[in-house]
């Protein structure tokens, strides 16, 4: 069965440090998407990186950058030089194939907290 | 322009209303969806459509009844919907359904009395 799991329920970071978010996937399906989003206190879900199962290089989207290893069924989430506007709610989350439509799951959430 | 715009922001209704709850996006996606999260928990899928045609249905209750009338817009059909049915309410779209990158609206805060 697939399963996402993000094993911090919180983290603190300083301002304009670097902070990277842990996610481990498990899944059978050769084809299969990754996704990271944000979701600050206001509710709306941001998306902000996808990396491909056959993508041979890790994703990067400005100050984010999505650290890969097919092995290891991981896909971290690296957050560069941080901003008070990240703390927010971060969920990462697989496409994988439900039938006529891909179905997207999610893991538990990170909190993080930007400190200044 | 990846927007996509839910209607009402916020709901209150009681167990015996009706309501509705509205859904748009015009960038041309062909799979849309509706999500259901409680607080502090990651959403939870509810329905899919594909090319206007429900194609997901994760067992939700009947007294949602959700609806595609055109590509560009999905509604959510609410009625005698209980108090643990409060929820933020979530739409998302996306360009064909597979293993493309989902859009999610802002979302709609329901509170059933």
């Known amino acids: 069965a697939q399963k996402i799991t993000q094993t911090q329920p919180g983290m603190f970071v300083q301002e304009k440090e670097a902070v990277t978010l842990d996610c481990t996937y498990d899944?059978?399906?050769?084809?299969?998407?990754l996704f990271w989003y944000k979701q600050p206190s206001s509710g709306e879900m941001i998306f902000l990186i996808y990396?491909?199962?056959?993508?041979?290089q890790n994703a990067t989207e400005g100050r984010y950058s999505l650290n890969f290893q097919k092995a290891r069924k991981s896909a971290n989430l690296v957050i560069s030089a941080s901003q008070l506007g990240d703390s927010a709610m971060y969920f990462c989350?697989?496409?994988?194939?439900?039938?006529?439509?891909?179905?997207?799951?999610f893991g538990t959430g990170t909190l993080l907290a930007v400190q200044p | 322009d990846t927007e996509v715009t839910q209607t009402p922001k916020h709901l209150v209704m009681g167990m015996t209303n009706k309501k509705s709850l509205k859904c748009e996006q015009h960038?041309?996606?062909?799979?849309m969806y509706w999500y259901k999260q409680k607080a502090k928990k990651p959403p939870e899928l509810m329905f899919v459509?594909?090319?206007?045609?429900?194609?997901i249905n994760e067992s939700v209750p009947s007294r949602f009844s959700p609806e595609c009338p055109n590509s560009s817009l999905l509604n959510l059909h609410l009625h005698a919907l209980q108090p643990e049915d409060s929820a933020l309410y979530l739409c998302?779209?996306?360009?064909?359904?597979?293993?493309?990158?989902?859009?999610f609206g802002p979302g709609t805060r329901l509170t059933v009395l």
């Open positions: 998302a779209s996306s360009l064909t359904g597979r293993l493309d990158t989902q859009y």
């Open positions: 899944t059978s399906d050769p084809s299969y998407g």
């Open positions: 990396q491909g199962s056959y993508d041979q």
């Open positions: 989350a697989m496409s994988h194939y439900g039938g006529a439509t891909n179905k997207l799951i």
């Open positions: 960038m041309g996606h062909r799979a």
């Open positions: 459509y594909s090319y206007e045609k429900l194609s």
